[in-house]
Structure formats: C-alpha cells, structure tokens
C-alpha cells in the first residue's frame, strides 16, 4: 500500500509492449475455503470469480513496477472479463502472464489501460482474465448526465446487505486492501464520499447467486461497473434479457451488468 501511495507517475510510452510473468505455487486450499464461505460458494468448488484473486497478484505486482506509468492509486476499475479454459490442478504452479495494453486517450483526454493475463500450467491455458481500468480522468465538458439512472427492468433474483465491514471482510479473503473500501475516514482521505464495496465483490455475490440458480458452475462471466456501491446499502441481483445476462442494482441505481455462461 506504501508502494501505491507513492509511487509516481511517468511519461506514457506504447511503443515498447509491458508485458510481465509471475508463478503461484499453488492455489492455496485456505484461502479458497475462506473465499467460498463469505461469498456464498459451494465448499471445495473453485469458482470462476476466484481466478481474480490470482490475477489481481500479478496485476498488483505489474501496476507497481517502474515500467508502468500510471498511479495505482485514482484507477478506477470499469470492466473485467473472466473465463476457465481447463480444470486446474490445485497443487502445481501456475505461470501468470500479464499484457498491458495503454489505449490511446480521449478527446477529453482521459486514458484507459487493459491488463490481460492468461494462467498456464504445463504449458496450457488454464484461465484468462482481462481488467480495464481508467488510469487518466478526462476533462468534464457540460452537463453531466445522473449515472445508472436508468428504469429497474429484468427479473428479481436475489439479494444481499452491505454492512459497514463488508469490505474489510472481503479484503481479507482478497488481499485487496484499498482505503476506499475499509472505513469512512480512509474513504474520506482518498476524496470519497462514503465507503464503497469492491466491485468484484459484488460479481462474485451475484455469480454465487447464479450458480444456486442455475445448479451448476459459471465458466465465464463479464462485469461493467457503473455507479459505486456504498457500504451500508443494499445490492440486488436481476436478470435482464437476453439470455445470460444480469445486473446488480443498489438504491435505484445500475452498478454492474454483464453476463454469464
């Protein structure tokens, strides 16, 4: 987290491919039970939602090394695609290789960048995950429209409360420590409002939903985030067609879409 907060910025070159490779041991039986339990999965299943948490290590581990030039700390994550390729074996090394692609900037300036990592053992796909981020806020021109305020469509599937500690509670299990998550006075310092809950939390809460629905494991899922999600609110899963899609709503407002399979 120190590393984050100070770490500077540097001139944008994407001329010269960032690309970076890690290894994880093992998928840590421990911290997949411990997944599992507060997010509502079925005990010894491995789902597609916990290939985050091994990607977000080597993200983590790209955005705060010298070649990247962005902050970590004001990127806001706006998209995350996940998708199992092949059953993993638990107990082998896994090599975790991330490609950063830095899009070109707006009109209003603003810049995005994607992080695209592919799990492999033994030299086979195991998963693939690829997070954008905005790195750069662009200059606001007009009136801004009143995001995710949109008409309440699709059908109830479920819902869950966000207490004050949710996102502690998830960090833990994550490793995702970000002050914006924890308390209000963390929250306050990094220009928010208000404690808001990690975005792939709310994923992994609606892909546990699906899967009880469903009766069987998700091998892909997309998210989009639009509007923040406070702690303290509540979250509500729908689907909304077509088929394979859903989104999670919270005080009237969109805050995730995407879909499933």
Request: proline letters at 6%; aromatic letters at 8%; glycine letters at 10%.
């Amino acid at each position: 987290m120190l590393r984050a907060l100070f770490k500077g910025t540097r001139p944008v070159n994407t001329s010269t491919p960032l690309t970076t490779s890690y290894e994880l041991r093992r998928i840590e039986a421990a911290s997949l039970g411990r997944y599992n339990g507060l997010l509502g999965f079925a005990a010894g299943d491995l789902p597609v939602t916990f290939y985050y948490l091994l990607a977000q290590r080597a993200h983590l581990a790209t955005m705060l090394g010298s070649r990247f030039p962005f902050r970590l700390v004001g990127m806001i994550h706006v998209e995350n695609d996940i998708r199992q390729l092949r059953v993993p074996d638990r107990d082998q090394p896994m090599e975790l290789s991330t490609q950063v692609v830095i899009e070109p900037a707006t009109e209003n300036g603003a810049r995005y960048c994607e992080l695209r990592t592919v799990g492999r053992q033994q030299g086979q796909d195991v998963f693939e995950c690829r997070s954008r981020y905005l790195a750069v806020r662009g200059k606001q021109r007009g009136e801004r429209g009143v995001a995710g305020a949109v008409p309440v469509a699709g059908q109830p599937a479920g819902e869950w409360p966000l207490t004050a500690d949710a996102g502690r509670k998830y960090a833990s299990v994550s490793g995702d420590w970000n002050p914006i998550h924890l308390w209000p006075w963390s929250a306050r310092l990094l220009g928010m409002k208000a404690p808001i809950i990690h975005g792939m939390h709310s994923v992994a809460k609606a892909a546990a939903l699906l899967e009880q629905r469903e009766g069987r494991r998700l091998r892909e899922i997309s998210a989009r985030f639009k509007v923040p999600i406070q702690l303290g609110s509540q979250a509500e899963l729908r689907l909304a067609g077509p088929a394979g899609a859903y989104q999670v709503w919270s005080g009237g407002k969109l805050a995730v879409e995407g879909s499933f399979g």
